[in-house]
T-cell receptor, first 113, second 113 residues
Framework: GENVEQHPSTLSVQEGDSAVIKCTYS??????FPWYKQELGKGPQLIID?????GEKKDQRIAVTLNKTAKHFSLHITETQPEDSAVYFC????????????FGAGTRLAVHP | DTEVTQTPKHLVMGMTNKKSLKCEQH?????MYWYKQKAKKPPELMFV???????INESVPSRFSPECPNSSLLNLHLHALQPEDSALYLC????????????FGPGTRLTVT
């Protein structure tokens, strides 16, 4: 079945530094890749997504890159701020014809002032 | 507006109780989802409704019974749960389904005693 691996599991950075989280997937037919941010006690919040017809997408301080040949995609956060501290999940839409998102295990990002 | 609402926020129930979780969205989305999230784990898909019809049941035990009364509402009926069912239950919705963004509600924190 579909498998999504996410690294690292924890990431600690200083405020102002960049943070990068990487995910790999197994189903080469998958073509929708969202990223979610989950703060303590809240539901996951969609922060950015990318479809397979593009290689990169930016939204202010966050960006996502996709390499379909290598089957991996990455989240890049620049100029990190303490409020970026949260758990980040990558996800892959299963290509089997249903609306099934497969999530990575998550990355706990801590941004220290 | 990308709001999905869930009630109650917290629920404590005994193993012999019957309770229901409720989810609502007014974005005109026609796909709705139930996920289960254990502590420090990613969300796991339970059920998918498309156009008010159940399209995916991820082999969920029958003590969980979903219902979609109309395109804006989604319920999850609970009966004879086990302590291991304690988790955060998340509802999500998307415009139609595959390739569309899924938006999550804040979740219901369920404790089974």
């Amino acid at each position: 079945g579909e498998n999504v691996e996410q690294h690292p599991s924890t990431l600690s950075v200083q405020e102002g530094d960049s943070a990068v989280i990487k995910c790999t997937y197994s189903d080469s037919a998958s073509n929708y890749f969202p990223w979610y941010k989950q703060e303590l006690g809240k539901g996951p919040q969609l922060i950015i997504d990318i479809r397979s017809n593009v290689g990169e997408k930016k939204d202010q301080r966050i960006a996502v890159t996709l390499n379909k040949t290598a089957k991996h995609f990455s989240l890049h956060i620049t100029e990190t701020q303490p409020e970026d501290s949260a758990v980040y999940f990558c996800a892959v839409m299963f290509s089997g014809g249903y609306n099934k998102l497969i999530f990575g295990a998550g990355t706990r990002l801590a941004v220290h002032p | 507006d990308t709001e999905v609402t869930q009630t109650p926020k917290h629920l404590v129930m005994g193993m012999t109780n019957k309770k229901s979780l409720k989810c609502e969205q007014h974005m005109g989305h026609r796909a709705m989802y139930w996920y289960k999230q254990k502590a420090k784990k990613p969300p796991e898909l339970m059920f998918v409704y498309s156009y008010e019809k159940l399209s995916i049941n991820e082999s969920v035990p029958s003590r969980f019974s979903p219902e979609c009364p109309n395109s804006s509402l989604l319920n999850l009926h609970l009966h004879a749960l086990q302590p291991e069912d304690s988790a955060l239950y998340l509802c999500a919705s998307s415009l139609y389904g595959s390739q569309n963004e899924q938006y999550f509600g804040p979740g219901t924190r369920l404790t089974v005693t």
